[in-house]
């Protein structure tokens, strides 16, 4: 099949758009047919290598993915060749978590390799562009906001890194709660989409400092300012910054750290503010289902900057890596079923 693969960790010129030895069916395990897959910055993660997780070389990445079933294992039942499918990324085996695009095989490919369990099935009424952005982006975003952080109408709440994935989710799914929402991007570019998208104020962080913006609208943390919910997946820099912009008795929600996950902290504003600090790890199924009837309403659509085929998915893969990009980039394939 073809597929983008890395032989080795490393920058962007690792990445080989090639062909490489499908694996086979093992029992309990469905091929799907990719025919989309949308980016998350975990893929930069897994071609870079992280500490702590042994991705297996050679590694194609993408974890997240749409299709139809090609080929099923003899003892699975259920699911048959022509099926529409999403793709739960994860399963569970051997007491350990396993992740395509992670430590398995991804979804950059013609074709994936799941087991039966990892499928959930695909109403012709959602397209496969739409299904593949569900996962890992907006499934996380989803338990996030409202599972681990109760996100309400009375909320206001700041987002940095608003126009990613896990970001314009997180908007999205405030506005859905009817939460005033201030969302921080890098551009002025994405600021005026974020507003689009139903932002009630943005914050270009490149321009502006955004602990000065939210002292300037809200007041002092003394006096009721900051807002009652900080979205903080960032890290690095922004962390210590993020925690002056909490209310008193406020919440700040942490997914991840693309810019560095051991930043300096400043305890004084987590004591003073009594604040809790909440961290939110994946997605549970009933996330899928859920955003999957929302998708299906018209409720919910995921953003979608581009698409591009597999053989050009190592240019999305680095527009992703330099942030040129708003929402969700998907790559399109089209192998046999
Ligand atoms: N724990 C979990 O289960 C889970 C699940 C999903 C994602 N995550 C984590 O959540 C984070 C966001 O994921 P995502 O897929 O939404 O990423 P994404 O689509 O690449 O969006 C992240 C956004 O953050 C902003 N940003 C700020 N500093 C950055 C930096 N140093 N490098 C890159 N981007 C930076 C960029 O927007 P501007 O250009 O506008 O600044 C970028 O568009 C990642 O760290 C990811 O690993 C964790």
Not at 27 to 32: D, L
Request: aromatic share 8%.
């Amino acid at each position: 099949m073809k597929a983008i693969v890395f032989d080795e960790h490393g920058s962007i010129d690792v990445l080989r758009y090639r062909e490489i030895d499908a694996p086979d069916l093992l029992p309990g395990e469905v091929r799907v047919a990719v025919r989309s897959c949308s980016l998350n910055y975990h893929d930069v993660f897994t071609r870079q290598g992280m500490p702590g997780i042994k991705v297996p070389l050679p590694g194609i990445p993408g974890c997240d993915c749409a299709g139809v079933v090609s080929e099923v294992a003899d003892d699975v039942s259920g699911w048959s060749i022509g099926d529409r499918v999403l793709v739960d990324p994860v399963k569970y085996e051997d007491g350990k978590m396993w992740m395509i695009g992670d430590t398995l095989w991804g979804a950059y490919a013609e074709y994936v390799v799941v087991t039966a369990e990892q499928l959930i099935g695909l109403p012709d009424d959602i397209s496969f562009d739409d299904a593949a952005c569900l996962p890992v982006a907006y499934g996380t975003a989803h338990r996030m906001m409202f599972t681990r952080g109760q996100v309400t109408a009375d909320d206001s709440v700041l987002i940095l890194g608003a126009s990613g994935g896990v970001g314009t989710s997180a908007l999205l799914l405030a506005k859905m709660r009817g939460a005033k929402v201030i969302a921080a991007a890098g551009t002025d570019e994405k600021c005026a989409q974020l507003a689009d998208l139903g932002a009630d104020e943005t914050i270009n962080y490149s321009s502006t400092d955004f602990v000065k913006y939210c002292r300037e609208q809200t007041g002092s943390l003394f006096s009721g300012g900051g807002y009652d919910v900080v979205v903080n997946f960032t890290g690095g820099d922004t962390w210590a910054a993020s925690l002056k912009c909490v209310k008193q008795g406020g919440r700040v929600l942490t997914c991840g750290a693309t810019a560095g996950f051991d930043p300096k902290t400043d305890l004084r504003f987590i004591w003073t503010a009594e604040m809790d600090i909440r961290g939110s790890n994946g997605w549970k199924r009933s996330d899928l289902d859920q955003l999957l009837t929302l998708t299906r309403t018209g409720e919910f659509s995921p953003v979608i900057d581009s698409r591009v085929d597999l053989k050009n998915g190592i240019q999305a893969h680095q527009a992703l890596e330099e942030r040129a990009f708003f929402g969700k980039i998907v790559i399109n394939a089209s192998a046999p079923a």
